[in-house]
């Protein structure tokens, strides 16, 4: 059996392991206290996963996508097909991410050099790249929530529609508030990561919490307006014509990725914080669900109140739904503009409203914690220290989020770009796993390593390998194919908020770089660091018990790693 797996790794795999590396899941594993440490209470963890996925996804982001991808009718069929993609794609992704975190230690880039060689890590990067872009202008919508918790405790509230647009145009695009806020936005997150796993638990165990009590207090209240039943009504109400709309169930799908943070790599970092003890799996499934809950209820909060402010005043069902879809542009507004007008119509809304804006701020900046880890974590990766890692983020994703910051259209792109990569993110999971060798990975990483955690069937294993990768190729071709017939004079527009080309444009640069920036690594700057000139390489053996007569160097993952780099540059 023993012989069986080693053969099969050799086969699968370019990480050419000693038989004391990988042999037998946690046993084999790398140093399981982290280099880093881990979390010191489960209740942290918990905590700080959660913290990972709830945030201005579930508030500002889900009822927008929900409301853009509703019929006359309801919206009903976009919630649908939401479902059907958090067990269909979200949670099986997330458990890759779980899995090589934990085992590996490292980010997503070095994980695809250790799993699958060097030839590979543009992958990880692709992650990377996927989640600066996210994290850049998420940065931005984080400091309007910011702004909000002041701007509603000092100024009366907004009851009506038109007044609270004008406050929240007034604020994104007349007015350089949106840079200052970003910036603050980003120096928290920056401090929030500075020492490591510490302080992120810390972080997330108090601004967490908080966040859920105010959430489910706002939705309980929202059910108490007259007409609100309407909103809930509609919400949960089919418009089966939509089903047959290709962008609802792209948006379906991104909107999941983005909810749960499938695909962006960021439960790659947290889980380097992990022990075997820890139950990746039942996090997998437990957590997301948990979160698509919460965007739930947020929505929920949302479409009652708006049908119950505008059906108190009279207005039509068709013009509530318009309104709904056309709340700031790309309806970026939604949330900005209908919470404050809910909070109105109650005793103390102004301190009530202020308390929401920073539970959602903390919320908010909770996930930013992460993406900003993840991205710290990869320089880290690469021999530079914590704090000018965090130094550098921050710089970065404070320079490009300013364009975010003072440019709206901008902003929607990004959203609309790298949102929607979180299906080729997923995909690129999938390969990793595909390559590897799905059954060797579920074995070795998951079912044999963990402690006392659900066990991993095989069915994870036909959805990584046929069903996920299915999905991902029909979304794209659907999108691509649509966008053509739909947009004939629009959808090769580069420079268009929401089109096709856009998004061709941006992911295939992308790829070109991180691709030019691999093959200069694995062609021209391992051979110059090769550290070991007194080694033939010809003569290693792949069973690893003997690497020209020095030992050690087969069985330090460290040492070794350079060794299989060079061996697969070699060839």
Not at 307 to 313: D, E, G, I, P, S
Not at 418 to 443: D, E, H, K, N, P
Request: glycine share 8%; proline share 4%; net charge negative.
């Amino acid at each position: 059996m023993d012989t069986e797996k080693s053969d099969h790794k050799d086969e699968k795999s370019p990480l050419l392991a000693s038989s004391q590396d990988f042999e037998k899941g946690r046993d084999a594993a790398p140093d399981e206290g982290g280099a880093d440490g881990t979390f010191k209470y489960k209740v942290g963890m918990i905590l700080s996963c959660v913290g990972c996925m709830v945030g201005t996804g579930n508030i500002w982001r889900f009822p927008r996508i929900a409301a853009n991808n509703s019929g006359e009718d309801g919206a009903l069929q976009f919630l649908i097909a939401w479902i059907i993609f958090l067990f269909m794609w979200s949670i099986p992704m997330l458990v890759i991410e779980y899995a090589v975190g934990r085992y590996i230690k490292k980010s997503p880039v070095e994980v695809y050099k250790q799993l699958l060689g060097p030839r590979n890590m543009w992958c990880g990067g692709w992650i990377l790249i996927v989640d600066l872009g996210i994290t850049c202008y998420y940065s931005v919508v984080l400091g309007w929530c910011f702004y909000y918790s002041i701007y509603t405790m000092a100024n009366p509230l907004p009851t009506d529609e038109a007044n609270s647009t004008a406050i929240f145009d007034s604020f994104t695009k007349e007015s350089y508030w949106p840079l200052l806020t970003h910036g603050v936005a980003t120096m928290l997150s920056g401090l929030a990561v500075l020492w490591g796993v510490k302080s992120i638990e810390l972080v997330n165990s108090v601004i967490v919490p908080v966040f859920l009590v105010l959430i489910l207090t706002t939705f309980i209240w929202s059910m108490t307006l007259e007409y609100a039943s309407d909103g809930i009504k509609y919400l949960f109400t089919p418009d089966w014509n939509v089903m047959s709309n290709p962008q609802m169930w792209i948006d379906a799908a991104s909107q999941n990725a983005w909810d749960t943070g499938a695909g962006m790599g960021l439960f790659v970092a947290y889980a380097g914080y992990m022990t075997a003890s820890n139950g990746i799996v039942r996090f997998s499934f437990l957590i997301p669900a948990c979160n698509n809950i919460v965007s739930l209820i947020c929505g929920m909060t949302t479409f009652a109140t708006v049908f119950a402010v505008q059906k108190q005043k009279g207005d039509t069902e068709t013009n509530i739904v318009d309104l709904l879809k056309n709340s700031g542009e790309a309806n970026t507004g939604l949330t900005f503009i209908w919470v404050p007008i809910l909070y109105s119509t109650m005793d103390f809304g102004r301190v009530l409203a202020a308390m929401f804006f920073l539970a959602l701020s903390f919320a908010g900046l909770s996930s930013m914690v992460a993406n900003v880890e993840l991205i710290t974590k990869t320089l880290l990766d690469f021999g530079v220290n914590r704090k000018l890692s965090v130094l550098f983020v921050s710089l970065i994703v404070f320079g490009f989020g300013c364009i975010s910051a003072t440019n709206m259209g901008f902003l929607v792109n990004q959203d609309f770009v790298w949102g929607f990569a979180l299906i080729i993110s997923g995909t690129i999971f999938q390969y990793l796993v595909i390559r590897y060798g799905s059954t060797v990975f579920r074995a070795t990483l998951i079912n044999e390593y963990s402690i006392r955690d659900w066990y991993l069937p095989r069915l994870w294993e036909w959805i990584v390998k046929y069903v996920a990768p299915v999905e991902a190729f029909i979304l794209l071709l659907w999108f691509t194919v649509n966008e053509i017939f739909e947009h004939p004079n629009d959808w090769y527009n580069v420079i268009s908020e929401e089109s096709l080309m856009t998004c061709v444009v941006q992911w295939l640069g992308v790829m070109l770089i991180l691709n030019i920036i691999n093959v200069f690594y694995v062609f021209c700057y391992l051979p110059r660091k090769m550290p070991y000139e007194n080694l033939d390489l010809g003569d290693k053996q792949h069973n690893g018990e003997l690497l020209n007569g020095k030992e050690e160097v087969a069985t330090k993952p460290d040492m070794y790693v350079d060794v299989a780099d060079f061996e697969e540059t070699k060839h």
